[in-house]
């Protein structure tokens, strides 16, 4: 992120162009806008208003009632609890109905202690322009009663914050974006020439760097006799503007150089360094108390500045609080180095410190600028601190980056589709500060030294378009040829897809497990072949191929109940390993349930408590409703799908069955675990389980493509009815379904068991299952008498397919 305000831009950019214009060219050509703060807007009712008069409130000794002149119509009454609110002072007034930003309230009319208040005077806290809240602003006597207090002060300044791009480091400053603003026409850039500073005398300071691969150049100058007081308003509203604490002249100037020309610097305090300094890398052990008060504990990795009494700076990051420049300094030391991005990175990220200096040097800043840089901020600290500047030490050696590409214009065409002249090709690079050599039809384009982001041809023409416009671009439909086109995504894919969405809308949620197991544990279901153990494993536990993922979800489950969430649903996709041939690798889909945690929005179903209270624990069916939920959004032909008892050594016997197209063709096995397999994983049931194998789902049948509605919804209302049938016990629930469903497919819309019994009132060897028939009306509202014709027709079905008599 970067920001900055209007002003400060307008100090590096000569426009007149409206702010709008200027936030939509800065997300065009790639700085995007992210936000716009107009404080104009929030101060518009605040102003300056002066105090005529200010009396002791009469049941309050810590209040006032002032009347206040606004400089419109008869002063107002205010009551006031600030100690320096007094007659004859100018504050700031704002009216009721107005926002106050420091409280994030809006004023009202009040009555306090009895004296109503019709405004109030506020402080620096309450315009969020600081944390000082003792008293109410005070403005100097020449201060304009009536005045915007906003514009007056200069606080009406947009800020503007960008998102930059981590190629970007030029636009870390506000010059490096009023460079590519002015290059997209919106105005000219101010290159105002950096003079040198004449020393008057050597730098009694020298400089030794030990560490050149994280060091390639430093420059060091020492200033004398500076008076380090408060910086100017200027300063100090600038950098309060885009959230910076005003701290004294020595060290804003540091803060505002790294904001406006994307140069980081640092200033010591001369008379708190110990002999000279050394650039090296940090000794294992060492600490730092750096600027924020912390203290680090360094290793060989960090790169530091240090004097005689050891480590005084985080290179490119942050200072040490010992060597700090206070309002006490007089003689300062001013340093401009290079530094290498990587490490700076690394050691940001390992001490957990994010500064201006390190979001800066990671990204990597302009080599060439680093004395320039130190010209800059000598004049700086002369014009605002005064004192006598040395001669400027370097040591090592500024890296030169000059390359230049041999760049053909018509590779803009080519590669971007946007037909640029190149008359106006060579002015957009040459705004942007390459230096461009014509040579025919093609260009010598050096590449300045503040754009290491800019390696080759595709990058020029990446400028030369952002630049020219982006929406200069024609639109150009894609030639799709003659032939069909071909889908972007695999069958297999499409069905992975499909099938995650159909198991996290059954409120299963998705985990992701290791594709390894152990030994023992691949052998219980079904793996631990030679071909498929680990070489160099990561550890003993993840030592073989899984055969399927159950046992990683059983895993994840258990540890789940074991930090106290035992009702847990999981699912997962991914691959499973048979033998170590491609042949032998599946995409599974697998999932588990524990406990209590059964599918939400079931209904009525026979699997529920009667009483309607009771909770039942997971079992095969909620497993089995999972594996064919699955199955139905991957294109599974539902209608062909068998189930027969019985699954893999790792189910329960009597509690599982396999989903299947006929034997040769098992697509999958539900049911709960087998309690001997959940001691072995050392898991806690009860468990309920699905996996099924994605690549064994039949190609779906290609159809002559035609024309359907996307949803066909009858206008009629739906009627149910409800039938007990006695049957065999042998008898499956689901040939009752088919027996019913077969009556009229297209009438009966839906057929759910929601009863199952054997007991009292059925003989030995039969069993109730109850069934409910949603009949749909397509064309007009059935009669009564339809409706027991169908129902007849029903039982007929049942009776003839099952043997099945309506009980009684």
Same mark, same amino acid.
């Given at each position: 992120?970067?920001?900055?305000?209007?002003?400060?831009?307008?100090?590096?950019?000569?426009?007149?162009?409206?702010?709008?214009?200027?936030?939509?060219?800065?997300?065009?050509?790639?700085?995007?806008?992210?936000?716009?703060?107009?404080?104009?807007?929030?101060?518009?009712?605040?102003?300056?208003?002066?105090?005529?008069?200010?009396?002791?409130?009469?049941?309050?000794?810590?209040?006032?009632?002032?009347?206040?002149?606004?400089?419109?119509?008869?002063?107002?009454?205010?009551?006031?609890?600030?100690?320096?609110?007094?007659?004859?002072?100018?504050?700031?007034?704002?009216?009721?109905?107005?926002?106050?930003?420091?409280?994030?309230?809006?004023?009202?009319?009040?009555?306090?202690?009895?004296?109503?208040?019709?405004?109030?005077?506020?402080?620096?806290?309450?315009?969020?322009?600081?944390?000082?809240?003792?008293?109410?602003?005070?403005?100097?006597?020449?201060?304009?009663?009536?005045?915007?207090?906003?514009?007056?002060?200069?606080?009406?300044?947009?800020?503007?914050?960008?998102?930059?791009?981590?190629?970007?480091?030029?636009?870390?400053?506000?010059?490096?974006?009023?460079?590519?603003?002015?290059?997209?026409?919106?105005?000219?850039?101010?290159?105002?020439?950096?003079?040198?500073?004449?020393?008057?005398?050597?730098?009694?300071?020298?400089?030794?760097?030990?560490?050149?691969?994280?060091?390639?150049?430093?420059?060091?100058?020492?200033?004398?006799?500076?008076?380090?007081?408060?910086?100017?308003?200027?300063?100090?509203?600038?950098?309060?503007?885009?959230?910076?604490?005003?701290?004294?002249?020595?060290?804003?100037?540091?803060?505002?150089?790294?904001?406006?020309?994307?140069?980081?610097?640092?200033?010591?305090?001369?008379?708190?360094?110990?002999?000279?300094?050394?650039?090296?890398?940090?000794?294992?052990?060492?600490?730092?108390?750096?600027?924020?008060?912390?203290?680090?504990?360094?290793?060989?990795?960090?790169?530091?500045?240090?004097?005689?009494?050891?480590?005084?700076?985080?290179?490119?990051?942050?200072?040490?609080?010992?060597?700090?420049?206070?309002?006490?300094?007089?003689?300062?030391?001013?340093?401009?180095?290079?530094?290498?991005?990587?490490?700076?990175?690394?050691?940001?990220?390992?001490?957990?410190?994010?500064?201006?200096?390190?979001?800066?040097?990671?990204?990597?800043?302009?080599?060439?600028?680093?004395?320039?840089?130190?010209?800059?901020?000598?004049?700086?600290?002369?014009?605002?601190?005064?004192?006598?500047?040395?001669?400027?030490?370097?040591?090592?050696?500024?890296?030169?980056?000059?390359?230049?590409?041999?760049?053909?214009?018509?590779?803009?065409?080519?590669?971007?589709?946007?037909?640029?002249?190149?008359?106006?090709?060579?002015?957009?690079?040459?705004?942007?500060?390459?230096?461009?050599?014509?040579?025919?039809?093609?260009?010598?384009?050096?590449?300045?030294?503040?754009?290491?982001?800019?390696?080759?041809?595709?990058?020029?023409?990446?400028?030369?378009?952002?630049?020219?416009?982006?929406?200069?671009?024609?639109?150009?439909?894609?030639?799709?040829?003659?032939?069909?086109?071909?889908?972007?995504?695999?069958?297999?894919?499409?069905?992975?897809?499909?099938?995650?969405?159909?198991?996290?809308?059954?409120?299963?949620?998705?985990?992701?497990?290791?594709?390894?197991?152990?030994?023992?544990?691949?052998?219980?279901?079904?793996?631990?072949?030679?071909?498929?153990?680990?070489?160099?494993?990561?550890?003993?536990?993840?030592?073989?191929?899984?055969?399927?993922?159950?046992?990683?979800?059983?895993?994840?489950?258990?540890?789940?109940?074991?930090?106290?969430?035992?009702?847990?649903?999981?699912?997962?996709?991914?691959?499973?390993?048979?033998?170590?041939?491609?042949?032998?690798?599946?995409?599974?889909?697998?999932?588990?349930?524990?406990?209590?945690?059964?599918?939400?929005?079931?209904?009525?179903?026979?699997?529920?408590?009667?009483?309607?209270?009771?909770?039942?624990?997971?079992?095969?069916?909620?497993?089995?409703?999972?594996?064919?939920?699955?199955?139905?959004?991957?294109?599974?032909?539902?209608?062909?799908?068998?189930?027969?008892?019985?699954?893999?050594?790792?189910?329960?016997?009597?509690?599982?069955?396999?989903?299947?197209?006929?034997?040769?063709?098992?697509?999958?096995?539900?049911?709960?675990?087998? *309690? @001997?397999?959940?001691?072995?994983? !050392? $898991? +806690?049931?009860?468990?309920? &389980?699905?996996? /099924?194998?994605? %690549?064994?789902?039949?190609?779906?049948?290609?159809?002559?493509?035609?024309?359907?509605?996307?949803?066909?919804?009858?206008?009629?209302?739906?009627?149910?009815?409800?039938?007990?049938?006695?049957?065999?016990?042998?008898?499956?629930?689901?040939?009752?379904?088919?027996?019913?469903?077969?009556?009229?497919?297209?009438?009966?819309?839906?057929?759910?068991?929601?009863?199952?019994?054997?007991?009292?009132?059925?003989?030995?060897?039969?069993?109730?299952?109850?069934?409910?028939?949603?009949?749909? *009306? @397509?064309?007009?509202?059935?009669? !009564? $008498? +339809?409706?027991?014709?169908? &129902?007849?027709? /029903?039982?007929? %079905?049942?009776?003839?397919?099952?043997?099945?008599?309506?009980?009684?």
């Amino acid at each position: 992120m970067m920001k900055f305000t209007l002003g400060w831009l307008k100090q590096h950019l000569d426009t007149d162009r409206p702010l709008g214009e200027l936030l939509d060219k800065l997300t065009m050509i790639g700085l995007e806008v992210e936000r716009v703060e107009d404080r104009g807007k929030t101060l518009a009712p605040f102003v300056i208003a002066g105090v005529v008069e200010a009396k002791q409130h009469p049941n309050a000794d810590r209040l006032r009632v002032c009347m206040v002149d606004t400089g419109s119509g008869d002063p107002i009454q205010v009551v006031c609890g600030a100690p320096n609110a007094r007659a004859g002072m100018k504050g700031v007034f704002v009216p009721p109905g107005a926002y106050i930003p420091g409280k994030d309230m809006t004023l009202q009319v009040g009555t306090i202690r009895g004296v109503e208040s019709r405004g109030m005077l506020v402080s620096e806290f309450e315009l969020q322009l600081s944390d000082n809240h003792d008293g109410i602003i005070e403005l100097p006597d020449d201060a304009p009663v009536g005045k915007n207090y906003g514009q007056w002060a200069g606080l009406d300044d947009p800020l503007i914050e960008i998102n930059l791009t981590p190629n970007r480091a030029d636009c870390t400053s506000v010059h490096g974006i009023a460079r590519d603003l002015a290059a997209a026409g919106m105005g000219k850039l101010k290159e105002p020439a950096i003079k040198a500073v004449k020393g008057t005398f050597a730098c009694p300071v020298a400089v030794t760097i030990e560490a050149s691969d994280l060091c390639p150049a430093f420059a060091l100058r020492l200033v004398r006799g500076v008076n380090n007081g408060p910086s100017p308003a200027w300063l100090q509203k600038r950098l309060a503007a885009i959230g910076l604490r005003p701290i004294n002249a020595l060290v804003d100037i540091t803060n505002f150089m790294t904001y406006d020309y994307g140069r980081p610097l640092h200033v010591f305090d001369a008379a708190k360094v110990r002999g000279n300094l050394t650039v090296r890398r940090a000794r294992d052990g060492e600490t730092l108390v750096a600027l924020d008060g912390k203290t680090y504990r360094l290793d060989e990795g960090v790169c530091v500045i240090a004097d005689d009494d050891g480590v005084e700076s985080l290179a490119g990051i942050m200072g040490g609080e010992n060597t700090g420049c206070s309002a006490a300094t007089t003689d300062v030391l001013i340093e401009s180095a290079l530094w290498a991005p990587s490490n700076i990175a690394q050691t940001g990220r390992r001490l957990g410190i994010d500064s201006d200096a390190r979001y800066r040097f990671e990204r990597g800043v302009d080599p060439a600028f680093a004395r320039p840089g130190l010209e800059l901020a000598t004049r700086m600290v002369l014009d605002l601190c005064g004192g006598t500047p040395s001669a400027i030490t370097i040591a090592g050696k500024v890296p030169s980056r000059k390359h230049s590409i041999d760049f053909p214009i018509v590779e803009v065409k080519r590669l971007a589709g946007l037909a640029v002249p190149p008359t106006e090709t060579r002015r957009v690079l040459e705004r942007l500060g390459f230096s461009v050599a014509t040579r025919g039809a093609r260009l010598r384009v050096a590449v300045p030294s503040w754009r290491p982001d800019v390696q080759e041809k595709a990058d020029l023409v990446e400028e030369v378009v952002r630049i020219a416009g982006i929406e200069r671009i024609p639109a150009t439909p894609f030639d799709r040829g003659a032939a069909p086109r071909k889908p972007v995504l695999t069958p297999i894919q499409l069905r992975t897809r499909k099938a995650k969405r159909a198991l996290a809308a059954r409120n299963l949620t998705e985990a992701v497990t290791w594709s390894f197991i152990g030994k023992k544990h691949a052998e219980l279901f079904g793996g631990g072949q030679p071909e498929l153990a680990l070489a160099n494993p990561i550890a003993a536990e993840l030592s073989d191929m899984r055969p399927s993922l159950i046992p990683g979800l059983v895993a994840a489950v258990q540890k789940n109940a074991d930090r106290g969430f035992p009702d847990v649903g999981l699912f997962e996709v991914g691959q499973i390993f048979k033998g170590d041939t491609p042949a032998d690798q599946f995409t599974a889909a697998a999932g588990l349930r524990r406990a209590l945690a059964k599918p939400s929005g079931i209904g009525r179903h026979w699997s529920n408590p009667k009483n309607g209270k009771d909770r039942y624990v997971v079992d095969a069916f909620d497993a089995k409703a999972d594996a064919l939920a699955a199955l139905s959004a991957a294109g599974a032909p539902m209608a062909a799908l068998q189930i027969a008892p019985g699954g893999p050594a790792w189910f329960h016997p009597g509690r599982s069955g396999a989903i299947q197209i006929g034997p040769q063709n098992v697509l999958g096995y539900f049911g709960e675990l087998h *309690p @001997r397999v959940l001691a072995e994983l !050392d $898991a +806690e049931g009860p468990l309920a &389980a699905f996996e /099924i194998i994605l %690549e064994r789902l039949p190609d779906p049948k290609a159809k002559a493509t035609r024309a359907k509605a996307a949803l066909d919804l009858s206008p009629l209302q739906p009627v149910e009815r409800d039938f007990a049938f006695v049957v065999g016990r042998e008898v499956k629930a689901s040939d009752v379904v088919r027996a019913a469903l077969s009556a009229d497919r297209k009438l009966i819309a839906a057929v759910t068991v929601f009863d199952v019994y054997e007991g009292t009132g059925i003989e030995p060897g039969k069993k109730s299952i109850a069934i409910s028939v949603t009949i749909q *009306p @397509r064309e007009k509202t059935m009669t !009564d $008498a +339809e409706i027991d014709a169908l &129902a007849a027709k /029903i039982v007929g %079905e049942a009776g003839k397919r099952t043997g099945a008599v309506l009980r009684a």
